[in-house]
C-alpha cells in the first residue's frame, strides 16, 4: 500500500497544491481565501473571549491569551481532522467515475483527500504561529512538537477514513452518519471547552477518545509552552499506526469488489 | 516498466472468471459480513467464465459480441481496472486504455495542466513529460492549451485525449467502444491512427458493436457471448459468427466447436458429417496444380425437418481472404425437403485456376436466401489443399488466368493454368 503512494507522490503533492490553488478558482481573492478563512478566525477567537469574555484555563497565567489559543489549537485541527475523515469516507464515491475506468491504486484516491486537508491545516496553523508571535511576542520551543503532532492525528484520520471509505462503498449511510459521529466527537473532546469542567467519572471515560491525547497535547503546547512527553507520543504514534493498520485490513479484504459495486 | 521479452505475449489470461455478486439491499451485505461469509444472500452474475487468451506483439484483435457479452468486463480485467475472481491475468509491458486518458481531465483545469495531470495519475510522468511537446504539437491546439478543458468543444477533447493516448509508448492499446469512447473516436476518423499504430508494432485491442470495423482493422477477432470466448478466430468467420447470431431474435445459440484446425459454429439444425476432397478421377488427394480440377464433396445430416437447405462453399488463401465462394442457392438448385435425421450430400467440382500457396476450404448450411441469415451450420478450414505453380516460372500472382502473350513480330507464347485456354473437360459429362 505505502508503495503504491510512494510511487504516486508526485501525483499526490501536485494535486494538493492544486486543491489549494483551485478551490477558490474564478473568485477575485482567490488563493488567498486559503489564509483568508483560518485567519478571520483567529482573529475573531481573539477579539470574543479576550476582549468579551474571560476563561480561565488552568496551568496558565494570563487568561487574556490563554483561552483563544485554547480554542484555536483545538479547533484548527479538529477541522482539519474532520474534513480528512469526511472526505476520505466518501473519497471512492466520489471518485468512482475515475476508480472504474483508471487501474489506478484506491489508496490513492483516499491520500490525495487527507494530503489536501493537512495542507489547509498547515496554513491554518502556520497562522496561528504567526499571531502567537504576534500577541505573545514569542513563541515556546515545545512549538516544534506541533507539526509531528498534527501529521500523526492526520494519519490517524487517514486510516480511519481508509476503513470508513472502503466501507462507504457498500454501506453509504456512513458517508451521512460520520458527520453525526463528528458532531458527537467534538463534543466528547476538550475543545470548546476545558476539561476540568467535567465531572470526574465522565472525565474519566472520556480519555478513551482517540482525539483526546492528540487535542491535549497540542493545547499544552501551544497555551503553555508545555512538551509532550515520549509515552504521549508514542501513544499518538500507535494510534495513527493501528488506525493506518486497519484501513489497510479494510482496503485488502474488500478491494476486489469496489470497482465491481462502484 | 518492464518491456518484457519480445516474443512472450504481451497480456496472457489463463482460465479467467469475473463473477459480481448481486445484493437485493445493502443488509443482505452486512448480513454476509457478519456471519463471516457462511450466509450467501447474494445471487451471481457471471460477466465472464472460464476465458483463456493470449495477445502478442503487433496484433490488432476484434472483441465482438452482443451487449452484456462480457466485452467491457474483458477490456477492464485486461487494462487493470479490475481484478478477476478466478484464473489469472498477467501482463507484460504498457497497458493504455483510451478511455483511461480522457477521463482523467479535470475541467476546470488547462489543456497543459491536464497532459500533466493525467501523466502522474497514470504514472505515465516519464514518457509524457518527455514530450510534452510533441504532445501539444500534435493535438494542434495552440493557445487553447492553456484554457480550461471545460470550453472544449467535443472534437478538442478527443483531440487532447488522442494525443495523450498515442504519444504514450503503450504497447498494447486497449479501446472500448461500449462506452461510446470508441464511437467518438471513429467518428473523428481515428481509424487512420489506430491503423498506423497497429502497423507501427502496437498492439490494438478494441471491442465493438461495428463488425465491420472489426473486419476491416483487425488482424484477430474473437467472439464472447453470455462470458464465455466462442471464438478466436480470423475476422472473417468471426464476424460471419457474429452476425448469424445477431439476427436471432431470442438471443444466439452460438455452438462452436474446435477442432484440429477447424472451427464449427451453427444453431444446430445440421449436423456436419464429413468431407472430402479428391481429383478429377476420383482419387483422395490435397495437392493440385494450377489448372487442376478438384472434387469436392460434403455431407451433413439435418437435425430438423429442413425445407431446401442452401450449401455453399468457399475457398480461402492464407491472409484469410476468400478467394471465390458459391452456394446452391446462387446457382438456383434447390435441395428439397429433408425430414430430421436424413443425411444429405453435395459435390461441388472446381477447376483450381488459383496461384501458388495453400487454400483452406469452408462449407456452410443456411437457409435458402442470397444472403442468409440463419445460418445451420458453418465449418470453416475443414480441408487444406496445395496448389503449385507453372513449373517453368512462367506467371506469378493469386490467380491462374489463361493469356496469351504476343510480340512485336507477331510470334506468340500461351501459358495460364495448364489445361490452356479453350474449352475444358471439367464440364464433359
Redo the contacts between chains.
Sequence with gaps: MIRNLW??R??LT??AL?EVR?RY?GSVLGVYWNFLNPLVQIALYYVVFSRLMWLKVPGTVDPRFAFPLYLCAGVLAWLAFTETLGRCTTAFVANA????????PEQ?FVAQEALASTLGLAISMSLLALATLVVRGGLGLAWVQVPLILVLFQGFAFGLGLALGVLNV????LGQMIHLVLMVWFWATPIAYVETMLPGRVRQLLTWNPAWVYITSLQRIVVADEWATPATLGLCLALALGACTGGYLVLRGL???I??VL | MTRGDRTSPLVRLHAVSKVYRLYDSPWQRLLTWGSLGRLRPYREFRALDDVSLEVARGETIGVLGRNGAGKTTLLRLISGVLAPSGGQVLRQGRVVSLLELGTGFDPELSGHANIERSAQLLRLDEVLLRRRAEIAEFTELGDFLDRPVKTYSLGMYVRLAFSLFAFSEADLFVIDEALGVGDIFFQQKCTDQIRAMAESGTSVLFSSHDWSAVQALCTRAILLDRGRLLMDEHPTEVTQAYRTGLHETEGPRFDVRQGSGSTTFGDGAVEFLEAGVADAAGRPADAFAAGDTAVIAVRFRACVDLDDPNIGLQIQSRFGQVVWCTTTCWNNLALGRYPAGRAFQVRFRVRLNLGRGTYTLTTAVAENRRQPRQIYIWVKGFSAIQVTGPADESYAGDAALPYSVEAPDGRSAEGGPRTGVGVSPLFAP
Aim: aromatic share 14%; net charge positive; proline share 4%.
Design positions: 510511487h504516486h508526485e501525483y501536485r494535486n492544486r483551485y478558482s467515475r475515475y476508480l472504474r475506468v483508471l487501474p489506478v490513492v457498500f454501506i453509504r449511510d478491494r476486489h469488489e470497482r465491481d
